[in-house]
């Protein structure tokens, strides 16, 4: 039997809850080593190359709890640790630029969680879903400065706009609905339909053959979007390092 060395003469720097009812403890030993003990599985995990850490985010993902570690490394002020928990199955990602914290966002079906980071004047976005992790570039989204410091907020949230920067609100993106088509429309110099006489709606009606029926097709063949479609993303794959608690 192991003696706990560090939780006897160590310090712990937070608890948080997982959605088993467990709990998991960040603590740091005193020769400066920091880690995450998992109480349910009397498991350590170590953080490597770690000067400071917290805890900045705990969310449930799909089946998974997911917490995010925000860590520094030397010469390295913003890292990630990202760990994906389901009882004693865990999956660990480290991400992020050193530079900024990105800005976290939990899509509305609760199925992936994006981590947004500054890129010059694009996004690079790292998603995570179905236990997988990817990294993509996008254009910056309307509404979004990627020259604000800090970019995030110690949530991981975009930081409340400057007085007068209502642009900016939240910094967040809320796609506009879609729109109608107008590419039929005619311009400014040619006429349009409205503009037709009545002699001439008619005589166009007189010489229009009358419409086929439209062919019908049987039910049971028709095509029809799947009631729960699967969350897809694409970008380039970042591999997990797994650890088992058990």
Known sequence: MTVDTVGLFGTEMSRFSLPDGS???????????????????????????????????VETVGQRAVVVVEIAERNCAYKYEVLSIEGGDVLDWR????MDRPRVQKSLDGRALTF????????????????????ATLP??????????????????????????????GGRYIPLPPQRDDSTRTGKGGSSPEASSESERKSRRKAAPAPRPAPTTPKS????????PAWTFSGEEIKPTPIDLR
Do not use: W
């Not at 960040?26 to 009397?42: T, V």
């Not at 980071?117 to 879903?129: D, G, K």
């Open 116 to 135: 947004d980071f500054p890129l010059y004047n694009q996004i690079s976005r790292v998603t995570y879903a179905d236990k997988r992790m990817l990294s």
């Open 23 to 57: 709990s998991g403890v960040l603590r740091r030993a005193p020769n400066g080593e920091l880690s995450i003990k998992f109480d349910r599985y009397m498991r350590v995990v170590p953080l490597q190359n770690v000067t400071s850490a917290r805890i900045a985010r």
């Open 140 to 169: 910056v989204p309307p509404g979004v400065d990627v020259r604000v410091k800090p970019f995030a907020d110690e949530s991981l949230q975009a930081p409340p706009p400057m007085a007068g920067d209502g642009a900016a609100i």
């Open 95 to 98: 991400i992020g630029n050193c």
């Open 221 to 228: 063949s028709a095509a029809l979007p799947p009631a729960s």
